[in-house]
């Protein structure tokens, strides 16, 4: 299950980063519109722990 969040590039860019330094992978939303200059992330919650994605959310969060 995936959730998309529309975002400015740095904003997008800051939670990657972020979630990175976490030890998660998130994807950026322009990695899937190129055509389209949509930013933003593409968040994937499927497959983990409540505690791994209230992890993931808090580093997300903590840079928005």
Same mark, same amino acid.
């Given at each position: 299950? %995936?959730? &998309?969040?529309?975002?400015?590039?740095?904003?997008?860019?800051?939670? =990657?980063?972020? &979630? =990175?330094?976490? #030890? !998660?992978?998130?994807?950026?939303?322009?990695? %899937?519109? =190129?055509?389209?200059?949509?930013? #933003?992330?593409?968040? #994937? !919650?499927? #497959?983990v722990t409540d505690q791994?994605?209230?992890t993931a959310l808090a580093?997300i969060t903590s840079v928005?």
């Open positions: 299950m %995936y959730s &998309t969040w529309l975002l400015p590039e740095g904003a997008a860019l800051r939670a =990657r980063d972020a &979630t =990175r330094a976490a #030890g !998660f992978e998130l994807n950026l939303l322009s990695s %899937y519109s =190129r055509s389209s200059g949509l930013t #933003g992330l593409v968040i #994937g !919650f499927g #497959g791994q994605l209230d580093a928005l």
